[in-house]
């Protein structure tokens, strides 16, 4: 990573401010190029969507694990200090139920593309349910963490 970190200024990869949204756009449509790549190909458009794919995430978690080393804004902390006050359980349950209805909207999707198809069964039901359950899972996994690197992020000088 500190390779990286010398060949990518901080000008091309700030997070903070307007730049981060046209960042999170450009990493969002190359990672969709490559997964368009990547369907029903094989040979040199395999590789090049793979490595589009792969390379976008894997810049995501680098600009990801780099913001969150520093300490929070002044806007950060007042949005922080607003969360905080209505508590860990109701932070991480808001989570879940937005996991839940995530999980249930794409599952549903799912079901009806997979019931216009053909039918489904008991099988195909399970599955779905398991991608409800992977989704609310990561989800409550993810405001958990949240929580607790915001709390590392906002005890910073």
Known sequence: MAALYCYLPDQVIKMSG?????????????MSAGGWLILGSS???????????VSSFAVFAFLVRRE??????R????????????????????AVVKGLLLGVVSSSVAVYSQH?????????????????LVVTFA????????WDLNEKRSKKP
């Open 18 to 30: 307007k730049s981060s949204g046209l960042t999170l756009l450009i990493l969002v449509a190359l």
């Open 43 to 53: 040979g040199v458009r395999l590789l090049a969507g793979y490595t589009l794919v």
């Open 68 to 73: 969150n080393t520093r300490p929070l804004t």
């Open 75 to 94: 806007r950060e902390v007042g949005a922080w200090d607003h969360v905080q006050a209505g508590g860990r359980s109701n932070y991480i349950r808001k």
């Open 116 to 132: 216009s198809g053909g039918g489904f069964g008991a099988y195909d039901l399970a599955l779905f349910a398991a991608l409800v």
């Open 139 to 146: 989800m409550y996994y993810l405001a958990d963490r949240m």
